[in-house]
Every structure is written in structure tokens, then in C-alpha cells.
């Protein structure tokens, strides 16, 4: 799988459960050529069947699950079979419950002192990894197959779990380091008896062996413990045998499979000699109808490629497989079935860039035997051709697929949800066309892009670098604008590499290097009097890394940007053939944005044959955004889309546990200013905005724009006052009512927002009667209301700060609505939305437009409607006041205000009434300035 933040609705892991991915292919061929003994932790997936995680799967392994100080499985424990030919594993259990270990000073649990309890079969396994090396230090010449074999068949029996589940018992060092007169095979595998429509299986034989360590001959005494097995299900070729001295016997077991039900069946074979027994478990698998699948992955090129795929089947079980070399062929029960596979492919941008491809088959309906063929060869880019340059900062690729719900939805508990997002070495994004669309159920596939204005672009010789060059984190800003310098090849960027060299105001560009830390190329740059520096990637694709300050956390002094080895090593070239000519770079940089694109695609059943993202005027709305921050405060601001298949964008700002489950996108600075944002519109796209500076945060409702609107947003401006949103509007259930106010939406916009910086306080009232106060929290709650329909108040008040900001010091708004018994009903709330044409500092001149837009949250029934307005403006902090007048214009009242020559601020007071008998009235003492 290529580099990607994974997330995936219902399996939220993604172990391997076979023995065919490199991990456990590497255990088992260095247990061959060293002799050496692998023991790994099982996996803490839970007792169901196929949990055991690579690579723990591999045969040569010594596979632990963990049990209690009562020899109890833990129920995290990870339990076999193996998939795909579900081969008996794990091989033994050992204490991993509430295991006392050494605590790091460095761990931030709470805890302290020098030990803590942990739990897991990561616990377990050193317990029988130290039992392996005392036994390996008084036989050094046994082998790992030999250290293995001994600690299985001596260990203590649990004859309450499956050697499917518990292996062959609890590890006991004592027997294992006492009694090694004789050692038994620790397990024997009959294996899979595959389905068949006539299915006539016929016994299957295997051997058990059994080695003698001592000078004298044993003979051991056999009998099989069948557990739970039928009678006749394993049968033992003999009842004893003799041992030669420092030789080894083998007896023969058969397992038959004759009138037995689909299942595992386990034994337990004990052989005992005077000085004491060993055992050996045996395993055997009937299979339930199930047919082949066999996966065909092809690189770029079209040949085969070893991969990842993942199989969701309609339970909402995703298995992730390895692809060895191409092919895998598994098992599967007959049923509607998703496979996904992601490779790394070539990018944009030459040999050494990388594109993220995502390959999938939404639809496979397994009746019989199928081939699957995942064909980069046939992939389609999904291109970003915004009519202004862009480059992609981020992007998120989700695959839905519901088996049973005909339309995307939240609450499909089984769903295959997965959310891909590429990292930053990823130059473009691609997708392989589907041939069909699914038949039963629904799938989506999303593309979510954010595509800003070109940050950085390097020219030079007739050469333009954009989307190859990556400011990397940590790097000082660019400065804004364009600009030229000469460029010099500084090696490895050591201090030594700069010796003689003349980079003072110029571009270090320098190679990245295993040997020299990030940090240290950007100190001995700066050191060197470097303008920017420029590090050539060494491996595939784009470098990211930070380079900023050692701790970590500090923005460095230098600007640094990444180049790819194809765009690096031919700058280097021409630096190095200019001489002492020189290379001069063209620099254009744009660290904020004064423009982006927010793009959302749904294909709907499919991937279509071009999947690229829609960028044409007629599939965008255009948000006109100001951000107009307090002195020395810094916005940051990102944008979610609200997929059908979630409950609330990413980073909804009430979201708890499991509410969300697509991954943010990053929040980015905002510079003060202007900037426009071309949105996806229609198609059922919904967005939030977000923006935020320390301690106050603040966002729009969920909405869907039109195609070829235009919207204007303004942030942490003037007029911030109580403004609620959709999902916090009171809502009446039953005898109870309940709702948020934030209390701080900002810019006169429709936002709502809370901070901590401000103080907020509001009441409710039944006619005069007090129901409830507030504390510091914006929601609210209270129950016991009499069912008949009465009248409410709902009265909130702000006081401002004038550290943060020198408007809005004070607000009050009153609510007033009827309300009766209902099961679960909006109470339609009047919202005032304002404009004014404001400075930065958030002033108007004396004479100027002003407008209240009104707006009903809860309801758009026309009994709700707004019928009337009233405004009033003061001038001197509410001591007077004076009626303005008013015309109304598509649902926006618009006024001239006219202030007088020695006011400072303007303050406002809003009346509203509704058709329904409700209202609003809200009063804003200092709302904005006056130049």
C-alpha cells in the first residue's frame, strides 16, 4: 500500500492473517538459514477465528497468545487459524494479563515510580522468548526448531481452549529446563479439507516425532486426548514406541474427516516415560462452502506487483491480504464481496515522482470460482485544472459501500467506510475506472481536494518548478512575491560543505543525506548567510521533514523547500556546468494564499472513466472571505464537506466519541485581508468553515451552495454578537427543551462561535417565571415544562474584552416564542445577520450602508417568517437613541447611516417579529467603529 493515513469504519486495524506477506516470508526464511528462533506476540485482535497477526502466521515462528495468573485466556488474546489454509496457531500461551514491568520516566500514563501493569501478548511473548534462552544456553546446539518443539510439548495443557485458540498450553520453564529426556513435535497440522459440491475427503496421515536426548533407549506410552472431537476423528498408528538413544522415532496419525461438519478439530497427543510426558496438539480444518478468489495486481506497466488488498464482505469484516508477486488466490463464502488495493505508481513529474492510486472492484458477487484483475495500467488521474495556479495541499479520498442500503447513510454499522489521505510525497492521484456500477446496495467514491494558490515556483533556464518544490515544515516563510537569486551546490549542506563556498543571499541547494539531520542542514545554512536553502529529495517522490528548530515545535530562521531528485540533480547539474557564471533563480512565492479551491466530488455506484475533480464556473460557488483578526493574533481557518455518509463534517465543533470519522483536514494561517474561495456547489456538497485565533473559535452552519453564487464570509470583525446555527437551536422534546448559545458569532456573518476570552450568560424564562441559568457552558437543558402551548423568553448577554477587541462590549438578546408538547420539534428562532462596508480595523465611514439580514433558524415554514424590522442606532454607547429608517430588499432591510462628527462607535438595536407572534430584539453597544 502506498503512504496514507488510513481510517476504516467497523475493523479499525489492518494486521495480516496469512503467512504470505513479507514480514512472515522474512521469519521464515531467517529461521532457515540461521537456526534462529522467532517468538511473536499473537496479536491482541480478540478469540475469534483467523486473529492471529503476521507475523506471527508463519510456520517457523513461535506464536504466543497470553492468559491470566489462572491460566485463563485473556479475551484479547488473538486466536487461530491461520487464514487462507487455516494452519494451527497459535503454537502457546503465556502470563500477559496485569504484568508488572518497568515504567519509562519519559511515559506521560499518570503513573509513577519505576514499574506499571500492562497487558497484552506483546507481555506474554518475553516471558517465552526467556524460557527459549535458558534452554537455549543448556543445549546451544539444538536448534530453533528443536527450542520450540521442546517449550510446546512440555508446557502445562489448558484443556479448556482449542490448541486453535490456547495452542498447546502455558509455557512451563521448570518442565522445559527439567524434563528433556524426550521431546515431542509440538504440533502436527492435518490441514484444510476443501469444500467441494461432492465432497469425498479421504484421511489424512501425518507423522509425530519424537527425539531422545539422552545415551539409553525410551520407550513412551501414547494416548490421544480428543477434547471435544468426535470418536474416530484422530486415531494413533501405534500405542507406544522405543526411542533410540540420542535418536528419534516417529509414529504415524491419521485424521479423518468423514461425516464431519464444516469446523476446526484439535487433539491432544501425551506421550509419558518414566521421567515424565510431552504432548503434542494436531489440528484439522473442514471447510464450509467457500470458492477461489484470485486477486491479479499490475503495476503502471501492466505486469504483476506485489501489493496489499483489502476484502470487505457484507458482515463489514475487512481482511487484509498480501499480494505475493502479483497473485493470491483465497477463500472466500459465497457472498457480495469489495476489494481495494492502493499502489504507488509513477507521478506527474518524472521517474522519481509518485502518484497515490487507489484500484478497487465495488461489486464482486462470489458464487463460483472468480478472477479479479486490479490493473494500474488502466488508472485515470484525477486532475486539479483550476482556472487559476494551484497547487494541491490536501487531499482525502473516501470509499463508501453499504451491501444493503440503496442510499449512503451514517447508521450502516457494516459498511466498508475507508478514508484515504496521501501524504505529501504524492504529486497526483489516480483511480482505477469501474466497468459497472454496483447493482445492490450503494457506493460512493469522494475525492476532497484543497488546491491553493501556488505557493512557491522556481524558474529557471527556461525551467518552472511548482508542484515538485514542497515548503517543508518548520521552514520561515517565504517572503511574498516575486524576486531573483543566484544559486549555489553546497554537497550534503555540512558546515564543510560550505567551506569556501560563497552562499551568502543566495539559494543553498544541497543533497538530502542520511548522515546529516534536517536541522543541521538548515543551522548551517543560516550560518552560511543562505537566503533560502533547498534540499534535492534521495528517494522517490516529494521530501517532507521538519527543519525548523531542534525542539521540534519552533519555526526555523530559513525558508526550505524540497526539490524531487529528477528537478534536484538537474539544478545541481546546471549550477555545477554554469561555474562561476552563475544560476539564477526566478522566485515566486505566495505563503498565504490570496486564493484556493475547495473541491468535493461523490461519484455515485462507481469510479467514473474520469474521475478529475469538477473546476469549471459553473460547478463553483465563490465565498468572498475578509479576515480581519484583533492586533498580533493569527486565524486559522480550514473548510469540511459533509458527505451523506457522515453524521457531521470532520471537525464539527459539538462532535463527541465516534461522531466523526473522517480525519480533519489541517487548519492553515489566514492572512488579514481579502481572499476568495471557489467552493464544489450542487451535487449534494454540503460545507462548514472553520476559523479560529488563540482562544476563540468560530464557524458557519452546514450549507450547500449554489452553482455561481456568491457568498461573504467575515471573520473576527465586527459585529460579533449571540448567533445560533442550525444544530444549536432549541429543540422541544416532550416535556423537555435543550439547545446551545455560543454566544460570539463573529464579522456580522452567519457564524456561530464560543471562546473563553469573553464572558457569556443567558436565562429562560415561561412568561416572567425563571426556569434556568446558565453556567459557563453553551448548552442548555431543562425538563418538567408544561405540555400546553405557553410563551418563552430566551435572554442571552455578552461582555466583551478590550484586550481582544474594542467592539461588542456589551450584548443583549432577547427571544421570544410559544412552545408546546411535541416529540421532537425546532423552535423556529430569529438570527440577525449584518453588514457594513468596514476598514481592516473594522471602521465605517460616518455616512454608510448598513443592513440586517434576518434570518429563521428551525424552521422555513411561512408562518415563521419574519413580517416586520426595527432599527435603532445610538451613537453615544446607548445613553440615546434613534429610530432608523428602513427598506427592505429581497429579505434584506438596508439603512444610511449618518453618524455625527465627534461619535466613535455606532451601536445598534434590533427588533424582529414574526408571523407566528415570536421576535427577536437584540441590542449591540459599540458594534463597530467610525473613522
Known sequence: MGGADRTRQGDQHEPRHTQDDPLSQAVNRLSAETGALFVIAAGNAGNGPYNVSAPGTADAALTIGAVDGADHLADFSS????????????????????????????????????????????????????????????????????????????????????????????????????????????????????????????????RITYTNTTDRPITVQLAVDRGDSPAGAFALAADRVTVPARGTSTVGIV?????????????????????????????????????????????????????????????????????????????????????????????????????????????????????????????????????????????????????????????????????????????????????????????????????????????????????????????????????????????????????????????AVVRSSAAVAPTDQAAAARTAGAAMLLVVNDGDGRKSDWYGDPDGRTTG????????????????????????????????????????????????????????AATDPGSLARIENDFTPPAGKQVMESREDSPSYEYWPAAYPYAGFGMTRVPPFPREPAAPGHRTDWVSAGNGVKWQQYASIDGWST??????????????????????????VSFEVPHRVGDAMGGMIAGFGDGGSAHSGDTGLMSRSFSLYQGDRLLMQNGPRPDFGVGGLAPQRLTYRLVADTKGNADLTPYSTATHTEWSFASGNADDQAIPLVQLDYGADLDLAGRAKRTSAFSVEPVVVGSGAPQDAVTSLELEVSYDDGATWRRQGLKEKRGSWQALLKAPSRADYVSIRVTAEQRNGGGVTQTVTRAFGLE
Do not use: C
Not at 706 to 724: H, K, L, Q
Open 557 to 612: 530562521r530559513i525558508p526550505v523547500a524540497s526539490l524531487t531528485v529528477d528537478d534536484g540533480e538537474d539544478l545541481i547539474t546546471r549550477i555545477k556546468a554554469a561555474g562561476r557564471s552563475g544560476t539564477r533563480l526566478a522566485v515566486e512565492a505566495h505563503p498565504t494564499p490570496k486564493y484556493l479551491y475547495d473541491l468535493a466530488d461523490y461519484h455515485q455506484g462507481g469510479v467514473p472513466d474520469d474521475p478529475s
Open 79 to 206: 486466536a487461530g487459524p491461520r487464514m487462507n489454509d487455516d494452519a494451527l496457531k497459535p503454537d502457546l500461551t503465556a502470563p500477559g494479563v496485569d504484568v508488572s514491568a518497568a515504567r519509562s520516566q519519559y511515559m506521560n500514563d499518570g503513573g509513577e515510580g519505576y514499574y506499571r501493569s500492562d497487558s497484552g501478548t506483546s507481555m506474554a511473548a518475553p516471558h517465552v522468548a526467556g524460557a527459549a534462552a535458558l534452554l537455549a544456553e543448556k543445549h546451544p546446539q539444538w536448534t530453533g526448531q528443536q527450542l520450540k518443539d521442546a517449550l510446546m510439548s512440555t508446557s502445562a495443557p489448558t484443556p479448556a481452549y482449542s490448541p486453535y485458540q490456547a495452542g498447546t498450553g502455558r509455557v512451563d520453564v521448570g518442565t522445559a529446563y527439567r524434563q528433556d529426556e524426550v521431546i515431542a513435535s509440538g504440533s502436527v497440522d492435518a490441514g484444510l479439507v476443501p469444500w467441494s459440491p461432492d465432497r469425498k475427503p479421504k484421511p489424512v496421515e501425518r
Open 255 to 507: 485424521a479423518d474427516p468423514s461425516g464431519l461438519a464444516p469446523g476446526q478439530y484439535a487433539a491432544q497427543v501425551t506421550a509419558r516415560f518414566p521421567a515424565g510426558a510431552v504432548h503434542t496438539a494436531v489440528g484439522l480444518s473442514v471447510e464450509s462452502e467457500k470458492h477461489a478468489l484470485t486477486v491479479h495486481l499490475k503495476d503502471r506497466a501492466g505486469k504483476p506487483v506485489s501489493g496489499e488488498v483489502e476484502i470487505t464482505g457484507a458482515d463489514g469484516r475487512t481482511t487484509v491480504m498480501w499480494v505475493p508477486d502479483g497473485t493470491l488466490t483465497s477463500r472466500w463464502a459465497p457472498g457480495s464481496y469489495t476489494i481495494v488495493s492502493t499502489l504507488d505508481v509513477e507521478g506527474r513529474h518524472g521517474p522519481h515522482s509518485l502518484g497515490y492510486a487507489v484500484l478497487t472492484v465495488p461489486e464482486l458477487d462470489l458464487k463460483s470460482d472468480r478472477d479479479v484483475e486490479l490493473d494500474a495500467s488502466r488508472i485515470r488521474q484525477v486532475k486539479v485544472e483550476t482556472p487559476e495556479p494551484t497547487s494541491v495541499t490536501t487531499s482525502r479520498i473516501d470509499l463508501f459501500r453499504s451491501f444493503t442500503s440503496s442510499e449512503p447513510t451514517p447508521g450502516d454499522g457494516q459498511a466498508l467506510h475507508e478514508v484515504l489521505m496521501p501524504s505529501a510525497a504524492y504529486d497526483s492521484l489516480w483511480a482505477l475506472p469501474t466497468k459497472d456500477k454496483v447493482r445492490k446496495g450503494s457506493f460512493v467514491f469522494t475525492t476532497r481536494i484543497r488546491a491553493e494558490q501556488t505557493p512557491l515556483r522556481i524558474a529557471y533556464g527556461g525551467r518552472s518548478l511548482d508542484d515538485t518544490l514542497l515548503v517543508q515544515p518548520g521552514s520561515a516563510q517565504f517572503r511574498n512575491g516575486t524576486g531573483h537569486v543566484d544559486a549555489v551546490f553546497a554537497g550534503s549542506g555540512t558546515p564543510a560543505d560550505y567551506a569556501g563556498l560563497s552562499a551568502r543571499g543566495k539559494a
Open 699 to 724: 464557524f458557519t452552519d452546514i450549507v450547500s451552495y449554489r452553482p455561481r453564487s456568491v457568498r461573504n464570509e467575515r471573520w473576527f470583525g465586527p459585529i460579533t454578537r449571540p448567533r445560533m
